[in-house]
Every structure is written in C-alpha cells, then in structure tokens.
C-alpha cells in the first residue's frame, strides 16, 4: 500500500506510522526523522536544515524533494511505503506525483488525521521519545516505562513558541493540498481526538484493513 499521513504536528502521524508499518510491513518515510538524521550527523543537508526546524519553519523544497524522490527508488518501497511529514506544500505535491507517474505506480490513499490546535501544544511540549528504540511516549498521555524514564530525550523543536510556528506553517501551507487529494478521490479524514489505540482502529478502518 502507498500511503501519505497528513497533519498538523502533534496529530500522531509517528504514533499511527508505527502501528500501520507493523500490519503493512512497509517502509515508514518519515522526512522528519530524515531531516533530524542529517543534523545529527552534520551532513550540509542538516546544517542548511537545522535552523528553520529549530525555529518551527519549513525546510526548502530544493532540498526536501531530492531525499524523498531518491529514497522512494530504493529496493524496499516497490511493494509500498508510508510518507509522514511529506508532501507538505504544493510543490512537495507536484513533484511525488511526478515521481510515482515516471514508477509508474500510484497512491492508495492519503490520511488526514485531525486534531484541533488547542490540543496541539499539549501534546507536542510532553513529548518524548527513547533514542535507543525511537519509541514515542508523553509525559502525561503516554509516560515511558521507569526502566527507560531517565533516557528520554526532548526534540530540540517542541518548544511551545516553535509549535505555534509549526502549526501556523502548517495551515498557510500544508493543509492546502488536502483539496489537492481531495479531488483525486484519495482522501480519508480521520478524527484524531481519543485514545491512540481508537485512532489506529478509526484508521485502520478508513483504509478498509480492519
Ligand atoms: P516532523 O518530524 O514531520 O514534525 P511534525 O509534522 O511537526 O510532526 P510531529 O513529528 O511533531 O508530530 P506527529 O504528528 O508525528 O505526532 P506524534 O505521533 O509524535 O517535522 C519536523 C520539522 O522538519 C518540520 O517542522 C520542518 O522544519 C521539517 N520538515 C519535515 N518534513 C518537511 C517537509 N516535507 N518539508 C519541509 N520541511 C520539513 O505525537 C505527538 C505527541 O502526542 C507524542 O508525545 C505522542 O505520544 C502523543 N500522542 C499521539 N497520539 C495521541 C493521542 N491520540 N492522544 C494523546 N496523545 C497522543
């Protein structure tokens, strides 16, 4: 299956991402983890990149495009993949629709998991997340096992002044190529309010695999 997961930060794209690789067995394309991968090793990709993540911008399309088209040739996403964080303007858009046309191969679906901004920075300034096993948790949501409590650490992005400008990205330029899918007939809304193990349910059953 050839996935998009679509929504603000703090929707629970990485949560549901997790639970649908482990039914889907597909590659989980995260531009989000790509781009935090190639700060920490200090690539140039992450030296150009880090300082609008910090802040809560977006990183350029030049340089977001060429990871993901390139990533999406390798061996493992023939069968499918999950992209999470990515398309996120219209160009993003345009040019996966160029990629997957010259493959030819097409979406399945694109999921847009909705969660109202009053909830957003809760979520986002109690996340954590295990930098051995990557597991997600939340201080109050979803606290980590005491065995791994003293190891997590805090994305360096999940200040609250960095959410806001997150979310006001994410309106003024993401959401607007929700129409975009829309019109393609691939778009499932899933209401991303509840407990997380509902959400994966609700979303299970909008791509019919429940
Ligand atoms: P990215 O890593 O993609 O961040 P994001 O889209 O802001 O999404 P998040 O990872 O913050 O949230 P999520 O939806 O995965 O939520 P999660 O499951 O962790 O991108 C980071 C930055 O990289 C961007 O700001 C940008 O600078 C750059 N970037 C990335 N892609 C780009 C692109 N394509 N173009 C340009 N720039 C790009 O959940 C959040 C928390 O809530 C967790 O603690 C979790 O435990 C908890 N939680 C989850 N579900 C629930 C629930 N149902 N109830 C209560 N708590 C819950």
Known sequence: MRL?????PGAGKGTQAAKLIERLHVPHLSTGDMLREAVKQGTELGRKAEGFMKAGGLVTDDLVIPIVVERLQQAD?????????????RPQAEALAQALTSANVALDAVVVIEVPDELIVERITGRRQDPVTHTIYHTKFNPP???VAARVVQRSDDTEEACRARLKKYHGETAPIIPFYDAQGLLRRVDGVGDPQDITQRTFQALGLA
């Open 4 to 8: 998009i997961l679509v929504g603000p």
């Open 77 to 89: 996403c023939a069968q499918g993949f999950i992209l999470d964080g990515f398309p996120r303007t």
């Open 145 to 147: 096992p005491a065995d």
